[in-house]
């Protein structure tokens, strides 16, 4: 096991624990459930810091796949670009809900609102982690790419690519 393999097996986390707390987020405000918004706040905490990992074994993982063949330097710097500013929000959103969650217990209207723009930050969050998870697929997924990312792959495999 190497660095890209222990990045492959633990970005999902976020992308796929911030898809299912945005939804029990919502649900936990409609039904207007404390408790549950007490558990998805705490989730946003525990989320943001599993982030932390991922976010560490993006360059290791780099150096690991960036000399393979096929493999786009420009598709790896917009995906690391992009890793940047999702992590950053993720870790904002995680600082805002322990925040959230301090400020229920001394002010029912200050929680409420934080509340909102807790869920607001995690819902821009995980659309940035989405788009940023699709970069990096598409760093070592030729099947993924569109034709514009086609264009960013080595002209050894773009030959490749002709001759079938």
């Given amino acids: 096991m190497n660095w890209a393999h222990v990045h492959l097996i633990i970005n999902h986390i976020p992308v796929i624990g911030i898809g299912l707390l945005i939804l029990l987020f919502i649900v936990a405000m409609v039904r207007k459930n404390k408790g ?9 905490i525990l989320i943001s ?3 932390i990992p991922v976010y560490l074994t993006g ?3 780099e150096e690991v796949v960036e000399d393979m063949p096929g493999i786009s330097e420009e598709l790896i710097e917009e995906h690391e670009e992009q890793a940047e500013i999702a992590f950053i929000l993720v870790e904002v959103a995680g600082g805002l809900a322990l925040i959230t969650l301090i400020a229920r217990r001394y002010s029912d209207k200050l929680g ?3 509340v909102i723009l807790t869920l607001l930050v995690l819902i821009v969050s995980g659309g940035l982690i989405g788009w940023t998870a699709n970069l990096g697929g598409k760093i070592h997924h030729e099947e993924i790419r569109s034709g514009k990312d086609s264009q960013n792959l080595p ?3 773009i030959d490749k690519e002709k001759e079938d």
């Fill in 36 to 44: 549950l918004i007490t558990v998805a706040l705490a989730f946003i």
């Fill in 49 to 51: 810091l599993a982030t």
């Fill in 59 to 61: 360059e290791p993982a």
């Fill in 112 to 114: 409420q609102r934080l």
């Fill in 155 to 157: 002209s050894q495999m």
